[in-house]
């Protein structure tokens, strides 16, 4: 079954401790990002990625940070969380470059930070 | 940067009513528009998209946009409601050759019996 995959789905940790959340498509994707969903705000983007070894920053990045060493693979790293890092967490993934192609959402890692 | 603003953060329609949800962009050149539609607890899922081909979209479960470039809107329109359409809706925006993706801030359908 074509799927994005995240894990964990449900994380409570505290602050400063660091934490990877990994994302995974079985898709051959060359298109990844990470969002995150609050009230109110839709959906953010913070890191994309159109290939392997070729990451940019959405318009969220601070205090985040991405590696695309695989293609299937793009994990997003928070080194040092913070409360304002609290959020629901979502990857994509889509077949090409080009900006008109539908991303696949994987299901979501609800991240709190105490 | 660009915007993308969805009018009314929560809707409420009776079962069988006209449903119309509201997206304008700002863009100076014509973009790419999507709809998605979030269920409790679960990712997004895409509705329709517009890619620069027929203005009139026609996306699942009965959900159609059309874009007006004119007046920089891509509203989503179903002609009849159903129960299972109470979800979050959100309008997305991507321009040619660039790989943001820029969301509207959702609005929640409900629908009443």
């Known amino acids: 079954e074509a799927q994005v995959t995240q894990n964990p789905r449900y994380l409570i940790t505290v602050t400063g401790k660091k934490l990877t959340v990994t994302c995974s498509q079985n898709m051959n994707h060359e298109y990844m990002s990470w969002y995150r969903q609050d009230p109110g705000l839709g959906l953010r983007q913070i890191y994309y990625s159109m290939n392997v070894e070729v990451t940019d920053k959405g318009d969220v990045p601070e205090g985040y940070k991405v590696s695309r060493k695989e293609k299937r693979n793009f994990p997003l790293i928070l080194e040092s969380p913070s409360p304002n890092q609290t959020s629901l967490y979502f990857c994509?993934?889509?077949?090409?470059?080009?900006?008109?192609?539908?991303?696949?959402f994987g299901p979501g890692t609800r991240l709190t930070v105490l | 940067a660009q915007s993308v603003t969805q009018l009314g953060s929560h809707v409420s329609v009776s079962e069988g009513a006209l449903v119309l949800l509201r997206c304008n962009y700002s863009?100076?050149?014509?973009?790419?528009l999507f709809w998605y539609v979030q269920y409790p607890n679960q990712g997004l899922q895409l509705l329709l998209k517009y890619t620069s081909a027929a203005t009139l979209v026609k996306g699942i479960n009965g959900f159609e946009a059309e874009f007006k470039k004119s007046e920089t809107s891509f509203h989503l329109t179903k002609p009849s409601a159903h129960m299972s359409d109470a979800a979050e809706y959100f309008c997305a925006v991507s321009l040619y050759n660039f790989n943001k993706f820029y969301f509207g801030s959702g609005t929640k359908l409900n629908v009443k019996p």
């Open positions: 994509a993934s889509s077949l090409a470059r080009q900006g008109g192609n539908e991303q696949f």
């Open positions: 863009s100076s050149v014509p973009p790419y």
